[in-house]
Structures are given as C-alpha cells and as structure tokens.
C-alpha cells in the first residue's frame, strides 16, 4: 500500500533581497508502506523543507500531498494527523532538559491527553528496551551520551506508534560507531513496528542502508 504520495509539489521562500526563490520544484515521490528511503543533496537544496512539508508543519505553494490516502493539501489543521502518523527525529535530538528521559519519551502522548495509561507506558517502556535505554529512564537529558540521547529521542519519536518516522539528520552530530548503532536502530523498528521511514543525511554510508536512495537537486528529487 501507498502511504506518502507527493504530485507536483512547489515550495519558495522570500529571500533577504525579498526575492521569491523556488527551493522545491516539481517534487514527485511515492513511498510505500514499510519502505525506509534516504534523501541526500547539497546543504541549501531544501532537505528540511522537504521533510517539513511531509510532516505537516509546512505547506507547499502547490501540488499535492497525499498521506494514507488522505489528502492534506487544503487540511486547515494538520495537527491531529501529525499527533496520530507522523513521528519526528532531529538531528539535534531536542529532549526537553528539565524532564527526564522517561518523561521526554512521554511527551508526544501528553500532547494528546492529561496522562497516560498503563498500556502506553508499558509500550513506551517497551521501546526503551528494545533500543537500550531503559535503564537510563530517571536521569536527565544533560547527563546522557550523545548516542544515548539519540536513541531516547527516537524512543519519544515512536510512542504514539507513527506510521511514519521522518528523520533530519539522525547521525549528524554522531561518531562513526554510534551513527552506525542509529542506522541499525532505524532497521529494527522498520522491521519490529513496520515503521515507513523517510532519512535525510549526509552520510553515503547511512543513505546506502536504504530500500530507496533519492537525491535532492535543484528544487527536484532523483532516484539515485
Ligand atoms: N523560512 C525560510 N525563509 C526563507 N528561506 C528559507 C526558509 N527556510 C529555508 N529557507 C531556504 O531554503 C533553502 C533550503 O533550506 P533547507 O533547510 O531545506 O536546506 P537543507 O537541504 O535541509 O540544508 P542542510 O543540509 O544545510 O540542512 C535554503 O537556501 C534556505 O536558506
Ligand atoms: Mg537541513
């Protein structure tokens, strides 16, 4: 089954000399369901802003976008399907440092609801396992590795059970050996939870892991 169909997509930005400058042109993608696919391009050649415009927090000039058959493209609020589907890891994994590892992980589910229930917190818990970090549940975001904090991040990225993990530059602030623990990471939850997952990345290494290896240039995407 499709789940991401993107037909057209255009995306500009008002530059500092108020000039309208195309970043996205003509995007056409389609990801199915279960499918892990990398996009690599130059800095500048609107990697995030692709990924902004999949999980809804942008919206293209035109075109359309697609999600589990639901068109988004005229969606005033896309803040429930984002909360339900989409799950997102950044490069500079953003854990919250006055809550602990365990609440951070938490926190996509408390977006939606006052608490939690036993069943959540027990899959949550579950996730910690599955990627190590379990023990580290009660100590702070300041006193985890960078790895560690990483897979926490993706802990909280996977709670509410995404169909979709969109990842910006997971391994980016990572050493070989840990970028290399995080790629292994991505695989396992796209083959326990059959997560669909869309990494952007420098790293020929990390691209290469893919089913799917795309290449952002010139406001266009090309299959590797
Ligand atoms: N809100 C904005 N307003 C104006 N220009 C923007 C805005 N967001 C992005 N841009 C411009 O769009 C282009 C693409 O940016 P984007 O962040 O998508 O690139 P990227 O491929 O993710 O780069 P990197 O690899 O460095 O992260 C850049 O030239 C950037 O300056
Ligand atoms: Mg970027």
Redesign the pocket.
Known sequence: MTLIRLQNIEKS???GDNQM?A?LQHIDLSVEQGEIVSIR????????????ILGTILRADGGVYLLDGDDLSHVADTSRVRAQKIGFLFQDHRLMPQYTAWENVLLPLLAKADSTTADQEEYALGLMRLLGVEYLRNQYPATLSGGEASRVALCRALVHKPQLLLA??PTGQLDDKHSEQVAELLHTINRELGTTIII?T?SETLARTADRQLI?HNGRLNEV
């Open positions: 930005f008002r530059d400058r970043v391009g130059e800095s500048g050649s609107g990697k995030t802003t692709l990924l902004s910006d530059e952007v420098h952002l």
